[in-house]
Antibody, heavy 120, light 108 residues
Framework: QVQLVQSGAEVKKPGASVKVSCKAS????????IHWVRQAPGQGLEWMGI????????SYVQKFQGRVTMTRDTSTSTVYMELSSLRSEDTAVYYC?????????????WGQGTLVTVSS | SYELTQPPSVSVSPGQTAKITCSGD??????AYWYQQKPGQAPVLLIY???ERPSGIPERFSGSSSGTTVTLTISGAQAEDEADYYC???????????FGGGTKLTVL
């Protein structure tokens, strides 16, 4: 079955970077897009951007431009999301989610989520 | 920026029908999607392209669209349907994804 398995929880200090992984299985990795969505504690869902595994092209929400980098390793069917210059407001659960190629964008399934805590 | 508006909360008695609305100016031109999120879990796709239901989703979940409002209907709500529900769409130029603020469904 299609599955996205994410790396474990992280605790980081303000100003540091975090890199979250998302390993895909059960389908042809290059065919589908991978999105990143985050959810601050008690808050709603926020889309961060997308990576297209076939060629590695990315598109980021303007809010995160300059701080986020999404990459992929086709040999292991794994996508990475790195967020730098962390601040307390970045404390959230970060989800990867698969999406069909092309637009419109939608998400199915989702990874289990990775809690990133930013605290001094 | 583009926004989708959902009611913060909806209550329903077991076995009754719950309706959760989502409003946005671009919805006549863009599909809407619905996700269910239970506490401590990742969201799950319930409805795609306004009205389509993925395999494995119970038939009591359905979606509809009318003008600038889309609606998720839960027919015969069950206790296990208590969760947060999010609508999702895109702006009219497909520039970015937007989520509604979420609706907490209480079954009591």
């Amino acid at each position: 079955q299609v599955q996205l398995v994410q790396s474990g929880a992280e605790v980081k200090k303000p100003g540091a970077s975090v890199k979250v992984s998302c390993k895909a299985s059960g389908y042809t990795f290059a065919t589908y897009y991978i999105h990143w969505v985050r959810q601050a504690p008690g808050q709603g869902l926020e889309w961060m951007g997308i990576i297209k595994p076939s060629g590695g092209s990315t598109s980021y929400v303007q809010k995160f431009q300059g701080r986020v980098t999404m990459t992929r390793d086709t040999s292991t069917s794994t996508v990475y999301m790195e967020l730098s210059s962390l601040r307390s407001e970045d404390t959230a659960v970060y989800y990867c989610a698969r999406g069909p190629p092309g637009t419109p964008y939608w998400f199915d399934p989702w990874g289990q989520g990775t809690l990133v805590t930013v605290s001094s | 920026s583009y926004e989708l508006t959902q009611p913060p909360s909806v209550s329903v008695s077991p076995g009754q029908t719950a309706k959760i609305t989502c409003s946005g100016d671009a919805l006549p031109k863009q599909y809407a999607y619905w996700y269910q999120q239970k506490p401590g879990q990742a969201p799950v796709l319930l409805i795609y392209k306004d009205t389509e239901r993925p395999s494995g989703i119970p038939e009591r979940f359905s979606g509809s669209s009318s003008g600038t409002t889309v609606t998720l209907t839960i027919s015969g709500a069950q206790a296990e349907d208590e969760a947060d529900y999010y609508c999702q769409s895109a702006d009219s130029s497909y520039t970015y994804v937007v989520f509604g603020g979420g609706t907490k469904l209480t079954v009591l």
